[in-house]
DNA sequence: ACTATATAGTGTAATGATAACACTATATAG
DNA sequence: CTATATAGTGTTATCATTACACTATATAGT
């Protein structure tokens, strides 16, 4: 047993699957790294937990710092701790799943990260360390996540239509859903609210835009999410 | 960011919750510290991670030291990173949570436990560190995977009659629910698979002994498990 | 102005799942 | 041999899910 309270040869990362729904693709946020090991490879955003930090301070931070993200969705998903991990020393990370509504945010760059982008979720990518496994983790916990929690709103802007949310579960869950059997089921949950406004960014007939009903999704909350989605 | 590839003062701990059913009780096992800090007092099994150990890897090191459990259902629950959950430094646990079937293992004391008891999951125990919070999610996390998983058959005993299981979901739900529908809706699943034996240890009329049909759980867990048991 | 077109939006019937409900069967204890 | 506690069993009503095809409407192109 370590008795020793000083020192640890064990360092702690912190790192992020962060998803968004844009342009009817979901994608991932990936950095490229400045520095080694895995210099100019894709990796997670994500790093070094300082010593006043907790885990979820630690992942905000270096999201704002090298995404400029804040404020959304985040849940701790698993802490990674082969031994061999990490080419420069043992480093256990606990990774972070995150969505947001939109990829509008403004990605800049910092010391670690020469470049910051969004990836389609399903694209090949061969990313630094374990992070494939991380990311893969991330997709199956999003998954399950999205069949009985209505976090898919998470992902959309603060309005939405009812066929873009459709497409959203189609594509995450790659199968194609009945349209008059989703909006009923939906609607039934009174988990979207409807506006008397109309999305004119298509090309034809405009879709009637709702809004989350947060309410109610607190509601859900309490008695434990006793629905399915999809 | 911490760049010192040598030392770091953050450490790093692994502790379980870990939970029985016996005697129509569900159990979690807990250990009374013999150093300080909380010097006496309950707290979950657990301790610090080595240098050449997996976090899965250590958590069942610490089991088998502490309460010679062996080859258990254990996942990752969370990992909990408050500054100041443990007074002596900087301490971040990784908490898993664990089911054994039966609560006849030799518990034994090593140099940290001076005794390992089993307590009722329900009763007011005031544990060590943060563990009483630790314990309040793992039984949430029970809750929520017992629902769709049939992982309660990790709770019982290698052959087991159907009212023990639903005494089993009754107790951990709190809440009664129907024998007939009960029955119907488990054998459909094909989940157990009936014996000619009878349990005889009751006092009155022998009820039928069934066991878990692995091969149909592995079936499901490919599918996802598209059910739901309770 | 009219037409073509792409997407939005709607209802009903069949099927399957869940929930509600009460009695019989049987081994043991006395 | 009787009383008793627990095991074990089916049917119906309700609710949820699935399958399925047409009308509505704003825009673009003529």
Do not use: C
């Not at 020192?7 to 991932?28: G, P, R």
């Not at 945010?105 to 992070?131: C, G, M, P, V």
């Not at 008059?180 to 988990?191: A, G, Q, S, V």
Request: aromatic share 14%; charged share 35%; hydrophobic share 40%.
């Amino acid at each position: 047993m370590n008795n020793n309270f000083e020192y640890s040869k064990i360092l702690n990362t912190v790192d992020a699957v962060v998803f968004t729904y844009d342009n009817e693709e979901l994608k991932i946020l990936l950095v490229k790294r400045e520095i080694e090991p895995f210099k100019n490879q894709w990796a997670l955003p994500g790093g070094f937990l300082r010593d006043n930090e907790t885990l979820e301070i630690a992942i905000k931070r270096e999201l704002k710092e090298k995404a400029n993200i804040e404020s959304i969705f985040l849940e701790q998903l698993h802490s990674f701790s082969s031994i061999n991990r990490d080419p420069r020393a043992r480093v256990i990370t606990t990774a972070f799943y995150a969505l947001i509504n939109n990829s509008n945010y403004k990605i800049k760059a910092d010391a670690d990260a020469i470049d910051a982008k969004w990836f389609l979720f399903n694209s090949n990518f061969k990313l630094a360390f374990d992070h494939n496994l991380i990311v893969d983790m991330a997709i199956k916990r999003l998954k399950k996540n999205l069949e009985y929690r209505p976090i898919g709103f998470e992902l959309l802007p603060k309005y939405f239509t009812i066929s873009q949310i459709q497409k959203l579960y189609e594509i995450i869950f790659d199968k194609e859903v009945d349209k008059r059997n989703f909006r009923k089921k939906l609607l039934k949950t009174e988990l979207i609210i409807e506006t008397d406004k109309f999305d004119k960014t298509g090309v034809k007939r405009p879709a009637r835009l709702y809004f989350f009903n947060e309410d109610k999704y607190n509601e859900f909350k309490k008695e434990g999410f006793k629905f399915k989605i999809i």
